[in-house]
């Protein structure tokens, strides 16, 4: 018997949010976690991870509750969220294969559809699973789709760095439905119901009335920055950050041989994520897309990378340091698809997509080798 107050929950993919993410969960004692460890399984098993959080504190060898090495390992009970943290890389492998021992027999007909949860980044990332689960006949699926801001790197297979903030913005997938703007009482409830377990955890949390415009919005992050920092091989430190003074020691920073002003650049990026934004129909305010998110996103950054003490790199920057499949199609091709489907001209992004492409294709062919 659980406690009472006590749910079962799934977490799929114990990376670095994975792995703070079940922490906050397990932490807020409102969950039973049981976590699948893919690639890393055999040294989590055996050593636990270590998580160095600023804000959580140092936890040597932490492990969930349960320890499974798969999805079909972890489906011999019911669950009343599924978590799923891998990053969303669809030409490798959907979203509906990784969660495929849930949806189909003897599960599916031993127990309900859980309420699936993407902590992805990305934009369509919740489609795949919905058709996969609706086929199931057991009414419309309950996803809640989210926006994730962390400063969170596995270094080790096991050792996750946090700093010392997490903000997760969650709402319910619609599918077809990006204009509607009020939960119904029962996606309220869910909402809340899962919002108290990370805010019990510790998290900081914002419940959407449309999640969508949100997801949106921190695509301008990573269609910018992420982009550039993967493309160049430098975090935004090097883009903002001005050279050390007397008695500091730090780098990457801006050498002043040439300190080029790309401000200029990324803002026209970004202004075409917001130009796209108006012809999806997200109105010019506070509920949908402000213009103001143009300089926002860009100044917001370069202030904070300008901070000698920041050592967070972005993750497509990190994956492809490592060798391992980026994000491209989600954020960078899914916009590109969006906006030809909108009669949107987006020339820069076009020109990020192809790039990234090279390298996503080198990745998959074997050309790069992980190094974790």
């Known amino acids: 018997m659980l406690p009472t107050g006590t749910q079962d929950v799934l977490l799929v993919g114990l990376g670095a949010v994975g792995t703070i993410y079940a922490y906050i969960l397990q932490r807020s004692k409102l969950a039973r976690v049981t976590a699948v460890a893919r690639s890393n399984y055999d040294v989590v098993n055996a050593k636990g991870i270590h998580i160095r959080s600023k804000k959580y504190g140092i936890h040597e060898s932490w492990k969930p509750y349960r320890l499974v090495s798969s999805v079909a390992e972890a489906a011999d009970r019911p669950y009343s969220y599924v978590v799923l943290t891998t990053k969303a890389i669809p030409e490798v492998i959907k979203t509906s294969r990784i969660l495929e021992p849930l949806r189909s027999s003897p599960y599916s007909e031993k127990h309900p559809q859980p309420t699936y949860v993407l902590l992805q980044n990305g934009l369509g990332v919740e489609r795949d699973l919905y058709h996969s689960a609706k086929a199931l006949g057991q009414g419309d699926p309950k996803i809640i789709s989210s926006v994730v801001w962390i400063t969170t790197n596995l270094v080790e297979k096991n050792v996750v760095d946090h700093g010392d903030f997490d903000r997760v913005t969650i709402g319910m997938y619609r599918h077809g439905d990006h204009l509607t703007t009020t939960n119904s009482p029962e996606e309220a409830a869910i909402l809340t119901d899962l919002g108290t377990m990370l805010e019990t955890g510790g998290s900081e949390?914002?419940?959407a009335t449309e999640i969508q415009r949100k997801k949106f919005h921190k695509t301008f992050w990573n269609v910018a920055f992420s982009s550039f920092s993967t493309l160049t091989g430098c975090s935004?430190?090097?883009?903002?950050?001005p050279p050390p003074k007397e008695g500091q020691s730090y780098s990457p920073y801006v050498a002043p041989q040439t300190a080029p002003d790309i401000i200029p650049v990324l803002r026209a990026i970004v202004q075409e994520m917001l130009t796209l934004g108006r012809a999806l129909g997200y109105p010019d305010n506070e509920d949908g897309l402000p213009s103001s998110l143009v300089d926002a996103t860009v100044l917001r950054t370069a202030e904070l990378h300008k901070d000698p003490a920041l050592t967070t790199l972005p993750s497509m920057l990190l994956d492809a340091q490592n060798g391992l499949p980026i994000e491209v199609e989600v954020i960078l091709g899914?916009?590109?698809?969006?906006?030809?489907?909108?009669?949107?001209d987006v020339p820069r992004i076009e020109t990020l997509y192809a790039l990234l492409a090279i390298?996503?294709?080198?990745?998959?062919?074997?050309?790069?080798?992980p190094k974790l």
Do not use: D, H, S, Y
């Not at 935004?236 to 950050?241: E, G, K, L, Q």
């Not at 899914?334 to 949107?344: D, L």
């Open 236 to 241: 935004p430190t090097a883009m903002f950050r």
């Open 334 to 344: 899914e916009v590109v698809r969006m906006a030809k489907e909108t009669g949107v």
């Open 205 to 207: 949390v914002i419940i």
């Open 359 to 369: 390298i996503q294709n080198q990745t998959l062919g074997g050309f790069r080798q």
